[in-house]
Protein backbone atom coordinates (compact mmCIF):
# COMPACT_ATOMS: atom_id res chain seq x y z
CA UNK A 1 0.00 0.00 0.00
CA UNK A 2 1.41 3.34 -0.98
CA UNK A 3 0.97 6.09 1.53
CA UNK A 4 3.04 7.81 4.02
CA UNK A 5 4.20 5.10 6.79
CA UNK A 6 6.11 7.14 8.74
CA UNK A 7 3.30 8.97 10.68
CA UNK A 8 1.74 5.63 11.29
CA UNK A 9 5.23 4.24 12.61
CA UNK A 10 6.01 7.45 14.82
CA UNK A 11 2.63 7.15 16.41
CA UNK A 12 3.24 3.70 17.46
CA UNK A 13 5.66 3.74 20.66
CA UNK A 14 3.26 6.15 22.35
CA UNK A 15 0.16 4.13 21.57
CA UNK A 16 1.49 0.80 22.68
CA UNK A 17 3.06 2.31 25.74
CA UNK A 18 -0.72 3.50 26.78
CA UNK A 19 -2.10 -0.17 25.96
CA UNK A 20 -4.46 1.29 23.03
CA UNK A 21 -3.02 -0.67 20.87
CA UNK A 22 -2.84 -4.15 21.70
CA UNK A 23 -0.86 -5.59 18.75
CA UNK A 24 -4.46 -8.18 18.45
CA UNK A 25 -5.91 -8.66 15.15
CA UNK A 26 -9.38 -9.77 14.80
CA UNK A 27 -8.41 -13.29 13.67
CA UNK A 28 -6.84 -13.27 17.39
CA UNK A 29 -10.62 -12.77 18.41
CA UNK A 30 -11.61 -15.59 15.70
CA UNK A 31 -9.60 -18.04 17.19
CA UNK A 32 -10.93 -17.60 20.58
CA UNK A 33 -14.16 -17.79 19.96
CA UNK A 34 -14.21 -20.46 17.76
CA UNK A 35 -12.43 -22.43 19.76
CA UNK A 36 -14.71 -21.61 22.82
CA UNK A 37 -18.33 -21.66 21.17
CA UNK A 38 -18.17 -23.32 17.95
CA UNK A 39 -21.65 -23.57 17.27
CA UNK A 40 -22.50 -20.67 18.22
CA UNK A 41 -24.41 -18.09 15.66
CA UNK A 42 -22.12 -16.09 14.24
CA UNK A 43 -24.30 -14.52 10.98
CA UNK A 44 -27.83 -13.96 10.06
CA UNK A 45 -27.98 -12.63 7.09
CA UNK A 46 -31.30 -12.42 4.95
CA UNK A 47 -31.47 -11.27 1.55
CA UNK A 48 -34.54 -9.55 0.65
CA UNK A 49 -34.46 -8.36 -2.59
CA UNK A 50 -36.86 -10.77 -4.39
CA UNK A 51 -37.71 -14.21 -2.53
CA UNK A 52 -36.31 -13.64 1.03
CA UNK A 53 -33.24 -16.09 1.70
CA UNK A 54 -32.15 -16.25 5.23
CA UNK A 55 -28.49 -17.60 5.80
CA UNK A 56 -27.22 -18.48 9.29
CA UNK A 57 -23.92 -19.42 9.80
CA UNK A 58 -22.22 -20.61 13.13
CA UNK A 59 -18.62 -19.01 14.09
CA UNK A 60 -16.79 -22.79 13.05
CA UNK A 61 -18.45 -22.69 9.49
CA UNK A 62 -17.51 -18.61 9.10
CA UNK A 63 -14.16 -19.60 10.25
CA UNK A 64 -14.28 -22.57 7.68
CA UNK A 65 -15.48 -20.69 4.58
CA UNK A 66 -13.07 -17.76 5.25
CA UNK A 67 -10.25 -20.19 5.28
CA UNK A 68 -11.61 -21.65 1.78
CA UNK A 69 -12.31 -18.63 0.43
CA UNK A 70 -8.57 -17.51 1.25
CA UNK A 71 -7.02 -20.87 0.15
CA UNK A 72 -8.64 -19.93 -3.17
CA UNK A 73 -7.69 -17.01 -3.69
CA UNK A 74 -3.59 -17.63 -3.00
CA UNK A 75 -4.21 -20.60 -5.33
CA UNK A 76 -5.12 -17.49 -7.86
CA UNK A 77 -2.16 -15.37 -7.16
CA UNK A 78 -3.39 -13.49 -4.23
CA UNK A 79 -1.38 -12.66 -1.61
CA UNK A 80 -0.28 -10.10 0.76
CA UNK A 81 -0.96 -6.71 0.30
CA UNK A 82 -3.18 -7.26 -2.74
CA UNK A 83 -5.98 -5.24 -2.61
CA UNK A 84 -9.40 -7.69 -2.92
CA UNK A 85 -12.70 -5.48 -3.70
CA UNK A 86 -15.85 -6.48 -3.25
CA UNK A 87 -19.26 -4.83 -4.13
CA UNK A 88 -22.22 -6.78 -1.73
CA UNK A 89 -24.58 -6.15 0.06
CA UNK A 90 -24.79 -7.02 3.45
CA UNK A 91 -24.54 -10.20 2.75
CA UNK A 92 -23.02 -13.61 4.93
CA UNK A 93 -19.95 -13.70 1.56
CA UNK A 94 -19.20 -9.95 2.71
CA UNK A 95 -18.05 -10.77 6.04
CA UNK A 96 -16.57 -14.27 4.46
CA UNK A 97 -14.06 -12.06 2.08
CA UNK A 98 -12.99 -9.60 4.80
CA UNK A 99 -11.76 -12.81 7.29
CA UNK A 100 -10.27 -14.66 4.14
CA UNK A 101 -8.51 -11.27 3.06
CA UNK A 102 -7.29 -11.20 6.91
CA UNK A 103 -6.09 -14.88 6.58
CA UNK A 104 -4.66 -14.13 3.50
CA UNK A 105 -2.91 -10.77 4.35
CA UNK A 106 -4.75 -9.06 1.66
CA UNK A 107 -6.13 -5.37 2.00
CA UNK A 108 -10.25 -5.76 1.86
CA UNK A 109 -11.71 -3.08 -0.33
CA UNK A 110 -15.71 -2.77 0.15
CA UNK A 111 -17.40 -1.10 -2.00
CA UNK A 112 -20.79 0.56 -2.01
CA UNK A 113 -23.72 -1.00 -4.26
CA UNK A 114 -24.90 2.58 -5.47
CA UNK A 115 -20.87 3.08 -7.32
CA UNK A 116 -21.43 2.55 -10.99
CA UNK A 117 -18.58 2.28 -13.85
CA UNK A 118 -17.55 5.87 -13.26
CA UNK A 119 -16.72 5.67 -9.76
CA UNK A 120 -15.41 2.16 -9.70
CA UNK A 121 -13.17 2.44 -12.94
CA UNK A 122 -11.18 5.38 -10.84
CA UNK A 123 -11.35 3.66 -7.58
CA UNK A 124 -10.17 0.34 -8.28
CA UNK A 125 -7.44 1.92 -10.96
CA UNK A 126 -5.94 3.52 -7.60
CA UNK A 127 -6.11 0.22 -5.98
CA UNK A 128 -4.30 -1.48 -8.37
CA UNK A 129 -7.28 -4.17 -7.30
CA UNK A 130 -6.70 -7.70 -8.51
CA UNK A 131 -10.22 -9.22 -7.71
CA UNK A 132 -13.37 -7.73 -8.37
CA UNK A 133 -16.46 -9.30 -6.28
CA UNK A 134 -20.05 -8.45 -7.06
CA UNK A 135 -23.73 -9.78 -6.98
CA UNK A 136 -25.15 -10.97 -10.22
CA UNK A 137 -27.78 -8.45 -10.02
CA UNK A 138 -29.11 -6.35 -6.98
CA UNK A 139 -32.00 -4.31 -7.07
CA UNK A 140 -33.03 -4.64 -10.85
CA UNK A 141 -28.77 -4.18 -11.79
CA UNK A 142 -26.79 -5.88 -14.04
CA UNK A 143 -23.62 -5.54 -11.52
CA UNK A 144 -21.89 -8.79 -13.94
CA UNK A 145 -21.96 -7.22 -16.99
CA UNK A 146 -20.53 -4.05 -15.30
CA UNK A 147 -17.76 -5.65 -13.98
CA UNK A 148 -17.07 -7.20 -17.64
CA UNK A 149 -16.78 -3.92 -19.11
CA UNK A 150 -14.74 -2.58 -16.11
CA UNK A 151 -12.23 -5.93 -16.45
CA UNK A 152 -11.38 -4.34 -20.61
CA UNK A 153 -10.09 -1.20 -18.98
CA UNK A 154 -7.95 -2.26 -16.02
CA UNK A 155 -5.09 -4.39 -16.39
CA UNK A 156 -4.71 -5.35 -12.91
CA UNK A 157 -8.02 -6.84 -12.56
CA UNK A 158 -7.38 -10.10 -13.22
CA UNK A 159 -10.17 -12.19 -11.37
CA UNK A 160 -13.95 -11.22 -11.20
CA UNK A 161 -16.48 -13.57 -8.98
CA UNK A 162 -20.33 -13.16 -9.17
CA UNK A 163 -22.40 -14.29 -6.08
CA UNK A 164 -25.73 -15.96 -7.38
CA UNK A 165 -25.01 -16.43 -11.23
CA UNK A 166 -22.38 -16.24 -13.85
CA UNK A 167 -21.08 -13.87 -16.43
CA UNK A 168 -18.43 -14.43 -18.92
CA UNK A 169 -15.22 -14.07 -18.46
CA UNK A 170 -16.10 -15.09 -14.82
CA UNK A 171 -16.04 -17.24 -12.16
CA UNK A 172 -18.99 -18.03 -9.63
CA UNK A 173 -18.33 -16.97 -6.29
CA UNK A 174 -19.14 -20.82 -5.07
CA UNK A 175 -15.56 -21.66 -6.97
CA UNK A 176 -14.28 -19.57 -3.64
CA UNK A 177 -15.81 -22.40 -1.93
CA UNK A 178 -14.21 -25.70 -3.42
CA UNK A 179 -12.47 -28.00 -1.45
CA UNK A 180 -8.85 -29.26 -2.76
CA UNK A 181 -6.95 -25.48 -2.87
CA UNK A 182 -3.72 -25.86 -1.05
CA UNK A 183 -3.25 -24.87 2.53
CA UNK A 184 -1.73 -21.10 3.45
CA UNK A 185 1.88 -20.98 4.51
CA UNK A 186 1.87 -20.72 8.88
CA UNK A 187 2.42 -17.12 9.71
CA UNK A 188 0.98 -14.52 11.78
CA UNK A 189 -0.95 -11.12 10.47
CA UNK A 190 0.93 -7.94 11.51
CA UNK A 191 -1.22 -5.90 13.66
CA UNK A 192 0.09 -3.03 11.82
CA UNK A 193 -0.31 -4.23 8.02
CA UNK A 194 -2.86 -1.98 6.29
CA UNK A 195 -6.40 -4.71 6.23
CA UNK A 196 -8.87 -1.91 4.87
CA UNK A 197 -8.87 0.19 2.28
CA UNK A 198 -12.26 2.49 1.91
CA UNK A 199 -13.07 5.43 -0.06
CA UNK A 200 -14.89 8.10 1.91
CA UNK A 201 -18.75 8.60 0.77
CA UNK A 202 -18.46 11.50 -1.31
CA UNK A 203 -20.00 14.37 0.55
CA UNK A 204 -17.79 17.06 -0.88
CA UNK A 205 -16.75 15.39 -4.40
CA UNK A 206 -13.91 13.05 -5.47
CA UNK A 207 -13.24 10.01 -2.89
CA UNK A 208 -10.11 9.48 -1.01
CA UNK A 209 -9.10 5.84 -0.24
CA UNK A 210 -8.80 5.75 4.11
CA UNK A 211 -6.56 3.25 5.08
CA UNK A 212 -7.01 1.30 8.86
CA UNK A 213 -4.84 -1.61 10.28
CA UNK A 214 -6.12 -3.43 12.90
CA UNK A 215 -4.28 -1.75 15.57
CA UNK A 216 -6.34 1.25 14.30
CA UNK A 217 -9.53 -0.23 14.15
CA UNK A 218 -9.67 -2.49 17.30
CA UNK A 219 -7.90 0.21 19.85
CA UNK A 220 -11.94 2.25 18.56
CA UNK A 221 -13.69 -0.78 18.86
CA UNK A 222 -12.68 -1.88 22.83
CA UNK A 223 -13.75 1.59 24.51
CA UNK A 224 -16.22 1.51 22.21
CA UNK A 225 -17.97 -1.92 23.13
CA UNK A 226 -16.77 -0.81 26.82
CA UNK A 227 -18.92 2.18 27.12
CA UNK A 228 -21.97 1.06 25.68
CA UNK A 229 -22.20 -2.19 28.05
CA UNK A 230 -21.73 -4.48 25.03
CA UNK A 231 -20.40 -8.04 25.33
CA UNK A 232 -20.92 -11.60 23.83
CA UNK A 233 -24.68 -11.98 24.38
CA UNK A 234 -25.53 -8.92 22.55
CA UNK A 235 -27.53 -9.51 19.51
CA UNK A 236 -25.95 -7.06 16.84
CA UNK A 237 -28.24 -5.59 14.04
CA UNK A 238 -27.07 -3.99 11.16
CA UNK A 239 -29.46 -2.27 8.28
CA UNK A 240 -26.23 0.18 7.45
CA UNK A 241 -24.11 -0.92 4.39
CA UNK A 242 -21.64 -2.83 5.57
CA UNK A 243 -19.64 -1.02 2.89
CA UNK A 244 -19.76 2.29 4.72
CA UNK A 245 -17.43 1.93 7.81
CA UNK A 246 -20.43 2.47 10.31
CA UNK A 247 -21.40 -0.87 8.84
CA UNK A 248 -18.13 -2.90 8.53
CA UNK A 249 -16.97 -1.69 11.89
CA UNK A 250 -20.03 -2.31 14.26
CA UNK A 251 -21.56 -4.54 11.94
CA UNK A 252 -18.94 -7.38 10.92
CA UNK A 253 -15.85 -6.49 12.94
CA UNK A 254 -17.41 -5.54 16.35
CA UNK A 255 -19.73 -8.86 16.67
CA UNK A 256 -16.83 -11.10 16.37
CA UNK A 257 -14.56 -9.17 18.28
CA UNK A 258 -17.16 -9.93 20.89
CA UNK A 259 -18.14 -13.27 19.84
CA UNK A 260 -21.72 -11.66 19.55
CA UNK A 261 -24.68 -12.27 16.73
CA UNK A 262 -24.66 -10.69 13.81
CA UNK A 263 -27.86 -9.69 11.64
CA UNK A 264 -27.17 -8.44 8.53
CA UNK A 265 -30.11 -6.48 6.85
CA UNK A 266 -29.74 -5.84 3.02
CA UNK A 267 -32.25 -3.80 1.91
CA UNK A 268 -33.49 -0.76 4.19
CA UNK A 269 -37.42 -0.84 5.17
CA UNK A 270 -38.27 0.11 8.59
CA UNK A 271 -41.23 -2.56 8.70
CA UNK A 272 -38.42 -5.47 7.62
CA UNK A 273 -36.19 -3.94 10.09
CA UNK A 274 -38.60 -4.11 13.03
CA UNK A 275 -39.46 -7.70 12.39
CA UNK A 276 -35.76 -8.76 12.43
CA UNK A 277 -34.86 -7.12 15.56
CA UNK A 278 -37.80 -8.81 17.17
CA UNK A 279 -37.12 -12.38 15.42
CA UNK A 280 -33.68 -12.95 16.51
CA UNK A 281 -33.87 -11.24 19.67
CA UNK A 282 -31.48 -7.99 18.48
CA UNK A 283 -30.00 -5.51 21.66
CA UNK A 284 -28.50 -3.37 19.43
CA UNK A 285 -28.23 -1.61 16.40
CA UNK A 286 -26.71 1.48 14.86
CA UNK A 287 -27.04 3.87 11.62
CA UNK A 288 -27.74 7.39 10.63
CA UNK A 289 -31.05 9.72 11.68
CA UNK A 290 -32.98 8.50 8.60
CA UNK A 291 -32.76 4.55 10.40
CA UNK A 292 -33.67 5.85 13.59
CA UNK A 293 -36.51 8.13 12.18
CA UNK A 294 -38.08 6.12 9.82
CA UNK A 295 -38.14 2.81 12.27
CA UNK A 296 -39.75 4.86 14.85
CA UNK A 297 -42.02 6.21 12.86
CA UNK A 298 -42.70 2.25 11.98
CA UNK A 299 -43.26 1.06 15.62
CA UNK A 300 -45.17 4.52 16.63
CA UNK A 301 -47.81 3.93 13.67
CA UNK A 302 -47.89 -0.15 14.25
CA UNK A 303 -47.68 -0.38 17.71
CA UNK A 304 -45.73 -3.55 17.43
CA UNK A 305 -42.64 -2.08 19.14
CA UNK A 306 -39.26 -4.43 19.45
CA UNK A 307 -38.91 -5.02 23.25
CA UNK A 308 -35.54 -6.53 23.15
CA UNK A 309 -33.42 -3.35 21.44
CA UNK A 310 -31.77 -1.75 24.06
CA UNK A 311 -29.60 0.49 22.62
CA UNK A 312 -29.77 2.47 19.15
CA UNK A 313 -26.43 4.54 18.63
CA UNK A 314 -27.34 7.39 15.84
CA UNK A 315 -24.22 8.75 14.24
CA UNK A 316 -23.23 10.06 10.26
CA UNK A 317 -25.37 13.00 10.79
CA UNK A 318 -26.02 15.43 13.88
CA UNK A 319 -29.74 13.94 15.45
CA UNK A 320 -32.60 16.17 15.87
CA UNK A 321 -33.33 17.18 19.21
CA UNK A 322 -37.12 16.56 18.60
CA UNK A 323 -36.55 13.08 17.01
CA UNK A 324 -33.98 11.96 20.09
CA UNK A 325 -37.06 12.87 22.12
CA UNK A 326 -39.79 10.91 20.47
CA UNK A 327 -37.05 7.55 19.83
CA UNK A 328 -36.81 6.75 23.44
CA UNK A 329 -40.20 6.08 24.58
CA UNK A 330 -41.53 4.69 21.53
CA UNK A 331 -38.56 1.73 21.20
CA UNK A 332 -37.48 1.65 25.01
CA UNK A 333 -34.13 2.05 23.89
CA UNK A 334 -31.16 4.17 25.24
CA UNK A 335 -30.36 6.75 21.98
CA UNK A 336 -26.69 6.97 21.74
CA UNK A 337 -25.93 10.25 19.49
CA UNK A 338 -22.21 9.89 18.27
CA UNK A 339 -19.82 11.36 15.72
CA UNK A 340 -17.02 9.81 13.68
CA UNK A 341 -15.79 9.57 10.70
CA UNK A 342 -14.18 6.57 8.13
CA UNK A 343 -10.73 8.24 9.10
CA UNK A 344 -10.96 7.12 12.43
CA UNK A 345 -14.39 5.33 13.89
CA UNK A 346 -16.72 6.65 16.17
CA UNK A 347 -14.32 9.32 18.19
CA UNK A 348 -17.31 10.79 20.37
CA UNK A 349 -20.57 9.24 22.28
CA UNK A 350 -22.98 10.47 24.59
CA UNK A 351 -22.68 7.31 27.49
CA UNK A 352 -26.08 5.55 28.24
CA UNK A 353 -26.55 7.19 31.58
CA UNK A 354 -25.83 10.68 30.45
CA UNK A 355 -29.77 12.67 30.77
CA UNK A 356 -32.03 13.43 27.59
CA UNK A 357 -30.39 16.87 27.88
CA UNK A 358 -27.31 15.75 26.78
CA UNK A 359 -28.46 12.78 24.83
CA UNK A 360 -30.42 15.69 22.39
CA UNK A 361 -28.44 18.53 22.70
CA UNK A 362 -24.74 16.95 22.22
CA UNK A 363 -22.84 14.44 19.81
CA UNK A 364 -21.31 13.02 22.70
CA UNK A 365 -17.57 13.03 24.40
CA UNK A 366 -14.43 11.42 22.96
CA UNK A 367 -14.00 7.47 23.73
CA UNK A 368 -10.85 6.94 25.49
CA UNK A 369 -7.98 6.71 23.59
CA UNK A 370 -9.01 9.42 21.70
CA UNK A 371 -8.63 13.49 22.00
CA UNK A 372 -10.76 16.38 20.18
CA UNK A 373 -10.25 20.15 20.33
CA UNK A 374 -12.38 22.83 19.13
CA UNK A 375 -9.39 25.49 17.49
CA UNK A 376 -9.81 29.18 16.37
CA UNK A 377 -8.15 29.75 12.87
CA UNK A 378 -5.36 30.92 14.27
CA UNK A 379 -4.96 27.36 16.13
CA UNK A 380 -5.71 28.49 19.44
CA UNK A 381 -7.97 26.26 20.97
CA UNK A 382 -11.66 28.22 21.33
CA UNK A 383 -12.87 29.33 24.49
CA UNK A 384 -15.94 27.19 26.18
CA UNK A 385 -19.23 27.27 24.15
CA UNK A 386 -17.52 28.95 21.43
CA UNK A 387 -17.58 27.63 17.63
CA UNK A 388 -14.41 26.56 15.67
CA UNK A 389 -12.70 23.79 13.89
CA UNK A 390 -12.99 20.45 15.21
CA UNK A 391 -9.82 18.25 15.67
CA UNK A 392 -9.06 15.02 16.94
CA UNK A 393 -6.23 12.57 17.56
CA UNK A 394 -5.51 9.71 19.06
CA UNK A 395 -5.60 5.38 18.62
CA UNK A 396 -7.74 5.23 16.15
CA UNK A 397 -6.88 7.24 13.54
CA UNK A 398 -5.93 6.11 10.08
CA UNK A 399 -3.10 5.04 8.57
CA UNK A 400 -3.25 7.73 5.85
CA UNK A 401 -5.21 8.28 2.67
CA UNK A 402 -4.16 5.86 -0.44
CA UNK A 403 -1.26 7.78 -3.03
CA UNK A 404 -2.58 11.35 -1.45
CA UNK A 405 -0.11 12.15 1.49
CA UNK A 406 -0.61 15.54 0.60
CA UNK A 407 -4.67 15.52 1.63
CA UNK A 408 -3.97 14.13 5.17
CA UNK A 409 -5.03 17.29 7.08
CA UNK A 410 -2.56 15.70 10.31
CA UNK A 411 -0.03 18.57 11.87
CA UNK A 412 3.27 17.41 13.75
CA UNK A 413 1.29 17.45 16.82
CA UNK A 414 -0.81 14.34 15.42
CA UNK A 415 -4.39 16.82 15.48
CA UNK A 416 -6.40 15.77 12.41
CA UNK A 417 -8.65 18.63 11.16
CA UNK A 418 -12.04 17.01 10.36
CA UNK A 419 -13.51 19.65 7.98
CA UNK A 420 -16.46 19.78 11.16
CA UNK A 421 -17.07 22.79 13.00
CA UNK A 422 -18.28 22.21 16.58
CA UNK A 423 -18.66 23.28 20.16
CA UNK A 424 -17.64 21.94 23.24
CA UNK A 425 -18.83 22.69 26.79
CA UNK A 426 -17.00 22.48 30.01
CA UNK A 427 -16.73 18.99 30.16
CA UNK A 428 -15.60 17.84 26.99
CA UNK A 429 -18.85 17.06 25.02
CA UNK A 430 -19.08 18.47 21.82
CA UNK A 431 -22.28 19.96 19.30
CA UNK A 432 -21.39 19.27 15.50
CA UNK A 433 -22.07 22.74 13.85
CA UNK A 434 -22.04 21.89 10.11
CA UNK A 435 -18.91 21.21 7.70
CA UNK A 436 -16.52 24.11 7.52
CA UNK A 437 -17.67 24.48 3.94
CA UNK A 438 -21.42 23.95 5.16
CA UNK A 439 -20.88 27.71 6.20
CA UNK A 440 -23.38 30.32 5.24
CA UNK A 441 -21.98 33.87 5.95
CA UNK A 442 -25.05 36.25 5.13
CA UNK A 443 -23.95 39.96 5.13
CA UNK A 444 -20.79 39.08 7.06
CA UNK A 445 -22.52 37.42 9.81
CA UNK A 446 -22.52 33.56 10.27
CA UNK A 447 -25.97 31.34 10.14
CA UNK A 448 -26.10 28.71 12.35
CA UNK A 449 -27.53 25.83 10.10
CA UNK A 450 -27.74 23.00 12.72
CA UNK A 451 -30.00 24.96 14.90
CA UNK A 452 -32.09 26.69 12.20
CA UNK A 453 -32.38 22.77 10.48
CA UNK A 454 -33.34 21.44 14.02
CA UNK A 455 -36.16 23.76 14.78
CA UNK A 456 -37.98 23.33 10.87
CA UNK A 457 -37.60 19.53 11.55
CA UNK A 458 -40.20 19.81 14.88
CA UNK A 459 -42.54 21.33 11.83
CA UNK A 460 -45.44 18.54 11.55
CA UNK A 461 -44.99 18.63 8.08
CA UNK A 462 -41.42 18.59 7.70
CA UNK A 463 -39.83 15.00 7.66
CA UNK A 464 -36.28 16.08 6.54
CA UNK A 465 -34.39 19.61 6.15
CA UNK A 466 -30.92 20.57 5.15
CA UNK A 467 -30.17 24.03 4.46
CA UNK A 468 -27.48 25.98 2.26
CA UNK A 469 -26.00 28.68 0.54
CA UNK A 470 -26.76 30.38 -2.61
CA UNK A 471 -24.26 33.25 -4.22
CA UNK A 472 -25.60 36.67 -3.21
CA UNK A 473 -24.01 39.74 -4.89
CA UNK A 474 -24.88 41.89 -2.23
CA UNK A 475 -24.72 39.67 0.74
CA UNK A 476 -22.75 37.49 0.08
CA UNK A 477 -24.83 34.40 0.47
CA UNK A 478 -28.59 33.44 1.36
CA UNK A 479 -29.95 30.49 2.72
CA UNK A 480 -31.90 28.31 0.94
CA UNK A 481 -34.01 25.28 3.33
CA UNK A 482 -34.55 22.05 0.89
CA UNK A 483 -37.17 19.76 2.60
CA UNK A 484 -39.30 16.70 2.26
CA UNK A 485 -42.46 16.78 3.75
CA UNK A 486 -44.75 14.14 5.81
CA UNK A 487 -47.29 12.07 3.23
CA UNK A 488 -50.11 14.40 2.85
CA UNK A 489 -48.81 17.50 4.21
CA UNK A 490 -48.22 21.20 3.20
CA UNK A 491 -45.49 23.69 3.50
CA UNK A 492 -45.30 27.24 2.17
CA UNK A 493 -42.48 30.06 2.60
CA UNK A 494 -44.80 32.29 4.24
CA UNK A 495 -45.96 29.41 6.74
CA UNK A 496 -41.91 28.92 7.28
CA UNK A 497 -41.25 32.57 7.77
CA UNK A 498 -44.01 32.33 10.61
CA UNK A 499 -43.14 29.14 11.98
CA UNK A 500 -39.34 30.47 12.64
CA UNK A 501 -40.60 34.08 14.15
CA UNK A 502 -43.05 32.18 16.19
CA UNK A 503 -40.16 30.07 17.51
CA UNK A 504 -38.17 33.81 18.23
CA UNK A 505 -35.86 33.19 15.83
CA UNK A 506 -33.34 36.27 14.37
CA UNK A 507 -34.80 37.17 11.19
CA UNK A 508 -31.38 37.10 8.86
CA UNK A 509 -31.20 33.72 10.00
CA UNK A 510 -34.67 32.71 8.45
CA UNK A 511 -34.03 31.20 5.35
CA UNK A 512 -34.62 33.07 2.40
CA UNK A 513 -35.42 30.63 0.26
CA UNK A 514 -38.17 27.37 0.70
CA UNK A 515 -37.92 24.64 -2.28
CA UNK A 516 -40.17 21.26 -1.57
CA UNK A 517 -38.51 17.98 -2.82
CA UNK A 518 -39.71 14.28 -3.12
CA UNK A 519 -36.18 13.25 -1.60
CA UNK A 520 -32.87 14.78 -0.35
CA UNK A 521 -29.76 13.70 -1.95
CA UNK A 522 -27.93 11.40 0.45
CA UNK A 523 -24.88 9.29 0.65
CA UNK A 524 -25.84 5.21 1.46
CA UNK A 525 -24.74 6.10 4.84
CA UNK A 526 -27.41 9.17 5.25
CA UNK A 527 -25.22 12.23 5.21
CA UNK A 528 -26.80 14.84 3.03
CA UNK A 529 -25.01 15.76 0.18
CA UNK A 530 -24.80 19.52 0.16
CA UNK A 531 -23.11 19.86 -2.19
CA UNK A 532 -25.36 18.25 -4.73
CA UNK A 533 -28.30 21.06 -3.09
CA UNK A 534 -25.99 24.01 -3.19
CA UNK A 535 -25.72 22.78 -6.98
CA UNK A 536 -29.46 22.34 -7.61
CA UNK A 537 -29.60 25.97 -5.67
CA UNK A 538 -27.31 27.78 -8.21
CA UNK A 539 -29.02 26.36 -11.24
Given at each position: MDFDQGRLL?????????????????????????????????????????????????????????????????????????????????????????????????????????????????????????????????????????????????????????????????????????????????RRLSADAVI?????????????????????????????????????????????????????????????????????????????????????????????????????????????????????????????????????????????????????????????????????????????????????????????????????????????????????????????????????????????????????IRGGENIPV??????????????????????????????????????????????????????????????????????????????????????????
Amino acid sequence: MDFDQGRLLARRAAMVARGDWRDVTLLDHLDRVVAAWPDKTAVVAFRTDGEVVETRLSYRALDAMAETVARNLAARGVGAGDTVSFQLPNWCEFSVLHLACLKLGAVSNPLMVIFRARELGFMLKLAESKVLVVPARFRGFDYAGMAAGLREVLPDLRHVFVVGGQAVGAEPFSALLAAGAPGLPARRLSADAVIQLLYTSGTTGEPKGVLHTSNTMLSNLVPFAERLGLGGDDVIHMPSPMAHQLGFMYGLVLPVMLGATAVLQDVFAAGEMARQIVAEGATFTMGATPFLNDLTEHVASSGVGTPSLRVFVSAGAPIPRALVGKARPTLGAAVISAWGMSENGAVTTTRPEDDEARATTTDGCALPGMEVGVFEPDGALASVGAEGQLKVRGCSNFAGYLKRPELDNTDAEGWFDTGDLARMDGDGYIRIAGRSKDIIIRGGENIPVVEVEGLLYRHPAVAEVAIVGVPDARLGERACAYVKLREGAEFGFAEMVAYLGAQQMARQYIPERLEVVAELPRTPSGKVQKFRLRELARG
